[in-house]
């Protein structure tokens, strides 16, 4: 199984939060948040369950970004493994 994230930024405005789309090999599993600070963030499941901090803080389950490819921790993956089982 291989997991992409994907930014939408099509909704953001200054000072809101970061929307994510999270896919396991390309179905949408679930959708990810973060503030614009990254001190709250939250991922809502298919399905509806939610849950507040999966992995400790924002920069523990994203990684890269501006020049980077965005991309899953090794934590996120372990965590979305876990869930999705």
């Known amino acids: 199984m291989t997991y992409r994230v994907e930014q939408d930024a099509s909704r953001r405005q200054e000072f809101g939060g970061y929307d994510y789309s999270i896919f396991r090999d390309d179905k949408l ?33 994203l990684e890269g970004g501006g020049p980077e490819p965005l991309r899953l921790s090794a934590r996120a993956i372990t965590y979305l493994d876990s869930k999705l089982a």
């Open 29 to 61: 599993v679930a959708l990810y948040w973060h503030d614009h600070r990254g001190d709250e963030h939250e991922i809502e499941f298919v399905g509806g369950r939610s849950e507040p901090w999966p992995v400790g803080r924002m920069t523990d389950f």
